[in-house]
Structures are given as structure tokens and as C-alpha cells.
């Protein structure tokens, strides 16, 4: 505010510089043969340091609106991976992306360029009209009488901005989340041929925002017009209100005319900025409002004590319901067991039985709607949850590998040794394949693992799960992509891994959870069966049908 204001006293003083240039050089008796060149030097002065200032200016405002918008999306984002698994399952990938993208950047035009004009227009306005009253009142006010009505014009288009601009943000957010979803699922598109019918939905809603971004830059383009309009009205009121006042003598210094006409002019940029201005502080406004609905919603899942976390003795589901808000479907009802330190706990059932809800309900992705799950007698919700999550291995049914290196998603966890990156993946029974790879370890693997098949992406996370070397450890339908010979050998490593440790091994296949110390059957969320695998087969039940059959299909 500061450069501001001395920007525009030195750029406004010029006007004075050439009134009394004119006098000067319209009374051939006062002037002097080198006076000429005093104005000039005058005029240069007062622009080179008013230059100064307006760059030391837009240096300040510019420099710091940058530091604001790397703060903002540091905020979103770190507020983003506050947030529990249901707000992702709200929100698509292309809104998050383009509120932490698009919007801070609308909102950095605001605390940078907009602020900058607002001030500088209000700076301006207010030297202009000084340095103007000074000379003459009664020409002043003439001058500034069509800028009420400017005023209202302002307040009219500025609404109008505002409202539209928002329906342009929704828009943009709706383009980025359909491409997004098309590039994660490309190979899908491709395998069905829908690659037209998504180009069609693309093109409609491209089609979309460009009638509502035409709205708006009709809007904003009806503004500069009307405003040239104003200032050709303040200049007709110069010549003509001010001609008649200099012949009836009320203005006696001819070198008002240029100097009016100069301020006048010094006012046209403020004004005509004026719009601009106000579609930045509009978009700002909407992009904004658009980010507080992410930063102010509250995660439901929150770490209760930063307390020191020692791994339980004992894990305990105490009838447990749990329903999905989104579908509605119950996925647990009632469900009990105990897991002892040590000890490995087998679930199976079939898809939809509520198998991979008991994993994510321990990781406490989401809370129980009724019931308890207790460690060591204490309710889960009152765990330090980064020290439980610290502690645990989790390898979820849906693999996700980073675009990243196969020794970099390994050692994911933490920083491991390459002796320690290559043991877990022998124990993960995919050391030979990463052998076989050109760069071996240093591999690129594309975007969620693309470039390897479902098995060598199940194994790498099976590996990232044993070098953390964790008390406790579940796997979720890990190994449903491998053959019955890598699965014997990858079973074999986690019983040596999890020896002394908990485990829970979640499968749909019998051979996986065969040798675990205790084993529950799950149907539409129930427990219908529990045992070891001698005393299932014994019962002759569901777990016995799904053994035949699963031994009928091997065979």
C-alpha cells in the first residue's frame, strides 16, 4: 500500500508538471528558451521513480500472493489425507484435484492481482481527485458526475459474475473428473468399444462449459463498452462545462484543460480494470467457497491420544454391526470372536459375506454402528490409531502400486536396505520375476502397477507388508491371482513371518486359511461356522462344500 501510494502521487504530479508546461509554453513572455527542457527532465523524474515503485509494487503483492497460494495447497492437501474413506467414496478424484488446482489458483489471482487494483484503483481515485479539486471544484464534480452511474452498473454486473462464475467452476469439475475416470479405466473403455460414447460425454460436457463460460465473458464484455462510454462523457464534460467556465473567467489557467484531460485519462485505466477486477474477486469468491466446503468438513475418523502404542495380547469383535451409509447394505450383524496374540485367525465366505469389512473396521477406516472392538480391553476408538496402523501389515484385496520403482513401493513403509527389499520379495515369492526384469529392482511399474500382472502387483504388496516387519499383520484376498504352487510357497513365508505375531488371512479360497489356528465362515454377514479346518470338515457344512468344491475345480 505503501508502493501504491507513492507510485501514484509521483505519476499523478505530472499532471501538474504539464499545466504548468502549458501555461508556460501558451505565454510566450514568461517563458524561458531552456524551460522546455526543465519539464521535460521534470516528467522523466517523476516516471522513472514512479515506474520504480509500481515494479517494487507488483514485486511485493505478486511474490506474495505466490507464498500464499503454495500455503493454501499445502493446507488442502494436508487436510485432504485428514479425511476418512468415506468422504472419498463422496467425492470424485477430478473435483479434489481441480479445487486444489483451478481454485487456488483463482483465489491467488485475488490476493494478488485483484487486491494489488483494488488498492491501486482506490489510491488512484482518491489522488486524482485531490489534485482535481485543488485546480477547480465545480469542474471536478462535472467531471465525476457520470460515475455513479458507473457505480450501480458495477454493482449489477458484478452479481451477474459472481453468480455465473460458480456455475463455470462445477462445470471445469465435471470435465476433470470424467477424464480423469477415463485414463484410470482406459483399458476397460477400450475392451467394451465405448471409446466414442465417452468422447460423446466428454464433448457434451465440454460443450456445457462453453456456453456457460460464454455467458460470462458476454457479461464481462458489456462492461468495458458502457465504461468507455463514462469516460467519454467526463471528457465532453471538460471540453464543454470547462470551456464555458474559462470564458466567463471562473478558470483562469489554461493549462487546467490538459491537466483535466491527463487525470481524466489516469482515471480511464483504474475504471476500466475495474471489471476485470471484479470477475477475478467473483471467481475468487466461488473458488473460495468451493474450497471451505473441503477444508471444513471434519474427518470422522480421528486419533483420540498421541499415547505410546503397545501391541495387544488379545483383539476382540464384540457383536459387531456395521451397515454401509452409501448402499445401505449391512455387511456385519452381530459378529464375536477373539484373536489371542500369536494366533492366526482364517475368514472366509463368499463375495459380499462382509470378509474385507472386518479388516477395514480393525484399520479403523470406518467406526462400528453398533458393538465394540476392543485391544486388550479398550475400545478401538480410543487407540493411538497411528501407532495401531504403524504396527500392522495390510494387505488390502484391491493392490494399488505407486508409479514408482519396485524397491521404492517395497520399502514404502520406511527406509530399508536393498538386502532387505531383496528378502522380502523372495518371501513374497517374487524375487525371480523381478530378476527377470531388465532394471530388475529399479523397474518403473506404470500408474497402479499397470505394467505387471495381478499376481506380480499382489506379491510386491505382500513383500511391502513383510518388510515392515509388523505385530500384526491381514491379508485380504491377497493371493486370489497366483496359482496353487506360488500360493503354497507364499503361505509357507507368511507362517514363518507371522510366527509369535497375530494374523488374520481373509480368503474366498480354502487352501489360504486352511492352517490358521482358527477359522470363521461368514454368510450374508453372520457367522455361520467356526473351527479348525479339521473340525469344519468334520461338521460337514458350508465350509465343507466349499472345500469339495474348491478341491473338485483343482483336480
Same mark, same amino acid.
Given at each position: 500500500?505503501?508502493?501504491?501510494?507513492?507510485?501514484?502521487?509521483?505519476?499523478?504530479?505530472?499532471?501538474?508538471?504539464?499545466?504548468n508546461a502549458t501555461n508556460c509554453f501558451t505565454s510566450p513572455q514568461a517563458a524561458g528558451k531552456n524551460d522546455y527542457i526543465m519539464y521535460a527532465l521534470q516528467l522523466l523524474g517523476l516516471t522513472v521513480f514512479s515506474g520504480l515503485f509500481m515494479f517494487l509494487k507488483r514485486q511485493t503483492i505478486i511474490v506474495v500472493s505466490r507464498l500464499i497460494e503454495y500455503d493454501l495447497k499445502?493446507? @488442502?492437501?494436508?487436510?485432504?489425507?485428514?479425511?476418512? =474413506?468415506?468422504?472419498?467414496?463422496?467425492?470424485?478424484?477430478?473435483?479434489?484435484?481441480?479445487?486444489?488446482?483451478?481454485?487456488? &489458483?483463482?483465489?491467488?489471482?485475488? /490476493?494478488?492481482?485483484?487486491?494489488?487494483?483494488? /488498492?491501486?484503483? @482506490?489510491?488512484?481515485?482518491?489522488?486524482?481527485?485531490?489534485?482535481?479539486?485543488?485546480?477547480?471544484?465545480?469542474?471536478?464534480?462535472?467531471?465525476? #458526475?457520470?460515475?455513479?452511474?458507473?457505480?450501480?452498473?458495477?454493482?449489477?454486473?458484478?452479481?451477474?459474475?459472481? %453468480?455465473?462464475?460458480?456455475?463455470?467452476?462445477?462445470?471445469?469439475?465435471?470435465?476433470?473428473?470424467?477424464?480423469?475416470?477415463?485414463?484410470?479405466?482406459?483399458?476397460?473403455?477400450?475392451?467394451?468399444?465405448?471409446?466414442?460414447?465417452?468422447?460423446?460425454? =466428454?464433448?457434451?460436457?465440454?460443450?456445457?462449459?462453453?456456453?456457460?463460460?460464454?455467458?460470462?465473458?458476454? $457479461?464481462?464484455?458489456?462492461?468495458?463498452?458502457?465504461?468507455?462510454?463514462?469516460?467519454? !462523457?467526463?471528457?465532453?464534460?471538460?471540453?464543454?462545462?470547462?470551456?464555458?467556465?474559462?470564458?466567463?473567467?471562473?478558470?483562469?489557467?489554461?493549462?487546467? +484543460?490538459?491537466? +483535466?484531460?491527463?487525470?481524466?485519462? *489516469?482515471?480511464?485505466?483504474?475504471?476500466?480494470?475495474?471489471?476485470?477486477? !471484479?470477475?477475478?474477486?467473483?471467481?475468487?469468491?466461488?473458488?473460495?467457497?468451493?474450497?471451505?466446503?473441503?477444508?471444513?468438513?471434519?474427518?470422522?475418523?480421528?486419533?483420540?491420544?498421541?499415547? #505410546?502404542?503397545?501391541?495387544?495380547?488379545?483383539?476382540?469383535?464384540?457383536?459387531?454391526?456395521?451397515?454401509?451409509?452409501?448402499?445401505?447394505?449391512?455387511?456385519?450383524?452381530?459378529?464375536? +470372536?477373539?484373536?489371542?496374540?500369536? %494366533?492366526?485367525?482364517?475368514?472366509?465366505?463368499?463375495?459380499?459375506?462382509?470378509?474385507?469389512?472386518?479388516?477395514?473396521?480393525?484399520?479403523? +477406516?470406518?467406526?462400528?454402528?453398533?458393538?465394540? @472392538?476392543?485391544?486388550?480391553?479398550?475400545?478401538?476408538?480410543?487407540?493411538?490409531?497411528?501407532?495401531?496402523?504403524?504396527?500392522?501389515?495390510?494387505?488390502?484385496?484391491?493392490?494399488?502400486?505407486?508409479?514408482?520403482?519396485?524397491?521404492?513401493?517395497?520399502?514404502?513403509? &520406511?527406509?530399508?536396505k536393498p538386502e532387505a527389499i531383496a528378502e522380502a520379495a523372495k518371501e513374497a515369492a517374487v524375487y525371480d520375476n523381478i530378476e527377470s526384469f531388465p532394471a530388475k529392482f529399479e523397474t518403473i511399474v506404470g500408474e497402479r502397477g499397470i505394467t505387471l500382472s495381478g499376481g506380480q502387483k499382489q506379491r510386491i504388496s505382500i513383500a511391502r507388508a513383510i518388510i515392515k516387519n509388523p505385530?500384526?499383520?491381514?491379508?485380504?484376498?491377497? !493371493?486370489?491371482?497366483?496359482?496353487?504352487? $506360488?500360493?503354497?510357497?507364499?503361505?509357507?513365508? @507368511?507362517?514363518?513371518?507371522?510366527?509369535?505375531?497375530?494374523?488374520?488371512?481373509?480368503?474366498?479360497?480354502?487352501?489360504?486359511?486352511?492352517?490358521?489356528?482358527?477359522?470363521?465362515?461368514?454368510?450374508?454377514?453372520?457367522?455361520?461356522?467356526?473351527?479348525?479346518? $479339521?473340525?469344519?470338515?468334520?461338521?460337514?457344512?458350508?465350509?465343507?462344500?466349499?472345500?469339495?468344491?474348491? *478341491?473338485?475345480?483343482?483336480?
Amino acid at each position: 500500500m505503501v508502493f501504491i501510494l507513492i507510485s501514484n502521487v509521483l505519476l499523478i504530479s505530472q499532471g501538474v508538471v504539464i499545466k504548468n508546461a502549458t501555461n508556460c509554453f501558451t505565454s510566450p513572455q514568461a517563458a524561458g528558451k531552456n524551460d522546455y527542457i526543465m519539464y521535460a527532465l521534470q516528467l522523466l523524474g517523476l516516471t522513472v521513480f514512479s515506474g520504480l515503485f509500481m515494479f517494487l509494487k507488483r514485486q511485493t503483492i505478486i511474490v506474495v500472493s505466490r507464498l500464499i497460494e503454495y500455503d493454501l495447497k499445502n493446507e @488442502i492437501y494436508a487436510h485432504y489425507q485428514l479425511l476418512d =474413506l468415506n468422504f472419498y467414496k463422496r467425492n470424485s478424484t477430478g473435483d479434489l484435484m481441480n479445487r486444489i488446482s483451478e481454485d487456488v &489458483g483463482r483465489v491467488r489471482m485475488y /490476493v494478488g492481482p485483484a487486491v494489488m487494483y483494488i /488498492v491501486d484503483t @482506490i489510491v488512484t481515485i482518491t489522488t486524482v481527485v485531490i489534485f482535481m479539486w485543488h485546480e477547480s471544484p465545480q469542474l471536478t464534480l462535472l467531471v465525476l #458526475a457520470p460515475l455513479p452511474i458507473l457505480s450501480v452498473m458495477i454493482f449489477y454486473v458484478s452479481n451477474a459474475i459472481g %453468480k455465473r462464475s460458480t456455475k463455470v467452476q462445477e462445470a471445469l469439475s465435471n470435465i476433470t473428473s470424467i477424464a480423469q475416470e477415463t485414463f484410470s479405466g482406459i483399458r476397460v473403455v477400450k475392451a467394451y468399444n465405448k471409446v466414442n460414447h465417452f468422447y460423446d460425454t =466428454l464433448f457434451n460436457k465440454a460443450e456445457e462449459y462453453k456456453q456457460k463460460n460464454l455467458a460470462l465473458a458476454k $457479461t464481462e464484455a458489456a462492461f468495458q463498452p458502457f465504461l468507455a462510454f463514462m469516460v467519454g !462523457l467526463s471528457m465532453l464534460c471538460i471540453i464543454f462545462f470547462g470551456g464555458r467556465m474559462y470564458a466567463a473567467g471562473e478558470i483562469t489557467s489554461v493549462g487546467n +484543460f490538459p491537466q +483535466f484531460v491527463f487525470y481524466v485519462t *489516469k482515471l480511464t485505466f483504474p475504471f476500466a480494470m475495474l471489471g476485470w477486477v !471484479l470477475s477475478l474477486v467473483q471467481r475468487a469468491a466461488a473458488s473460495q467457497k468451493r474450497i471451505n466446503e473441503f477444508l471444513q468438513t471434519k474427518p470422522e475418523i480421528v486419533n483420540p491420544t498421541e499415547a #505410546a502404542f503397545k501391541m495387544p495380547s488379545k483383539i476382540e469383535f464384540k457383536n459387531v454391526t456395521y451397515t454401509y451409509p452409501d448402499t445401505g447394505i449391512t455387511a456385519l450383524n452381530n459378529v464375536s +470372536f477373539t484373536i489371542e496374540h500369536g %494366533k492366526t485367525l482364517g475368514i472366509i465366505g463368499k463375495s459380499g459375506s462382509g470378509k474385507t469389512t472386518i479388516g477395514q473396521l480393525l484399520m479403523r +477406516f470406518m467406526d462400528v454402528n453398533s458393538g465394540s @472392538i476392543l485391544i486388550d480391553n479398550k475400545e478401538l476408538k480410543n487407540i493411538n490409531l497411528k501407532g495401531l496402523r504403524e504396527h500392522t501389515g495390510y494387505v488390502q484385496q484391491d493392490v494399488f502400486l505407486f508409479s514408482d520403482t519396485i524397491s521404492n513401493n517395497i520399502a514404502f513403509a &520406511g527406509d530399508f536396505k536393498p538386502e532387505a527389499i531383496a528378502e522380502a520379495a523372495k518371501e513374497a515369492a517374487v524375487y525371480d520375476n523381478i530378476e527377470s526384469f531388465p532394471a530388475k529392482f529399479e523397474t518403473i511399474v506404470g500408474e497402479r502397477g499397470i505394467t505387471l500382472s495381478g499376481g506380480q502387483k499382489q506379491r510386491i504388496s505382500i513383500a511391502r507388508a513383510i518388510i515392515k516387519n509388523p505385530s500384526l499383520f491381514i491379508f485380504d484376498d491377497c !493371493l486370489s491371482a497366483v496359482d496353487s504352487d $506360488t500360493e503354497q510357497q507364499i503361505l509357507s513365508s @507368511i507362517k514363518k513371518v507371522t510366527k509369535e505375531k497375530t494374523g488374520i488371512i481373509i480368503s474366498h479360497r480354502v487352501s489360504s486359511i486352511q492352517n490358521a489356528d482358527e477359522i470363521i465362515v461368514l454368510t450374508k454377514g453372520e457367522i455361520i461356522e467356526r473351527g479348525t479346518h $479339521t473340525q469344519l470338515i468334520a461338521l460337514k457344512g458350508e465350509y465343507y462344500n466349499l472345500y469339495q468344491k474348491q *478341491k473338485l475345480a483343482e483336480n
